[in-house]
């Protein structure tokens, strides 16, 4: 699997936008960037995911650069209950399930 | 996405124990998962639950220590074999419905040992 890199901890406003960035320089062309975050206690959740074009649901949006080798993870407008750790992770698409391989992540705190 | 239920949500045990971890999905799944998430540490996979068939082990884990079972399509066990301190760790079970799709995981069982 291809790895991630992603800074260890952010700070975000409350009420603002969290960028989180994911640089995913080795990606293959069958491999998607997936977000998971996770809040203390509780196990990961499910953010959003993509392969090359950009994506948006009701919790985020996820940027992908055009080469593919970073992505952006944008949380509008930041609140305290989104302080958590967020994990970027490729994983290929085989058709059939494959394990998912966790970094360390990026601690974002929302702050008042 | 799918309900999932862990029991116990967290143990404390003596060491030399053994203790059984459930998961129970609301739907029928295709792949089920273990991972542990030592103290301050990320997630690992531990193995891959097959229905019908043996677990898929991870580089350093291994039967005997954790045995796994599927019976059905939502439901799967993880046992935590002959426990010691360094077992101490979030034990979580996670989902698939296929292969395209996002892996749904619960909320984990907090497991100390003495």
């Known amino acids: 699997d291809a790895k991630t890199t992603q800074p260890p901890s952010m700070d975000c406003a409350e009420g603002r936008a969290a960028n989180l960035p994911c640089n995913h320089s080795?990606?293959?062309?069958?491999?998607?960037v997936y977000w998971y975050r996770q809040i203390h206690s509780q196990g990961p959740q499910y953010i959003i995911h993509?392969?090359?074009n950009n994506e948006t649901n009701e919790m985020a949006s996820l940027i992908i650069t055009e080469d593919r080798k970073s992505s952006t993870l944008i949380l509008p407008h930041a609140t305290l209950r989104d302080t958590a750790v967020y994990y970027c992770?490729?994983?290929?698409?085989?058709?059939?399930?494959?394990?998912?391989?966790f970094g360390t992540g990026t601690r974002l705190q929302v702050t008042l | 996405s799918a309900v999932i239920s862990q029991k116990p949500s967290r143990d404390i045990c003596q060491r030399g124990t053994s203790l059984t971890i459930q998961c129970q999905v609301d739907?029928?799944?295709?792949?089920m998962f273990w991972y542990r998430q030592q103290p301050g540490q990320s997630l690992t996979l531990i193995a891959t639950?097959?229905?019908?068939?043996?677990?898929?082990?991870e580089s350093g884990f291994v039967i005997d220590k954790f045995p796994i079972s599927r019976p059905n399509l939502t439901f799967s066990t993880l046992t935590v074999s002959n426990m010691s301190p360094e077992d101490s760790s979030i034990y979580l079970c996670?989902?698939?419905?296929?292969?395209?799709?996002?892996?749904?995981f619960g909320d984990g069982t907090r497991l100390s040992i003495l």
């Open positions: 739907s029928q799944v295709t792949m």
């Open positions: 996670s989902v698939e419905y296929s292969g395209d799709q996002p892996q749904h």
């Open positions: 992770i490729v994983r290929p698409r085989t058709g059939t399930a494959s394990k998912l391989t």
């Open positions: 080795t990606i293959s062309g069958n491999e998607y």
């Open positions: 993509g392969l090359k």
């Open positions: 639950a097959n229905q019908g068939s043996e677990a898929t082990y």
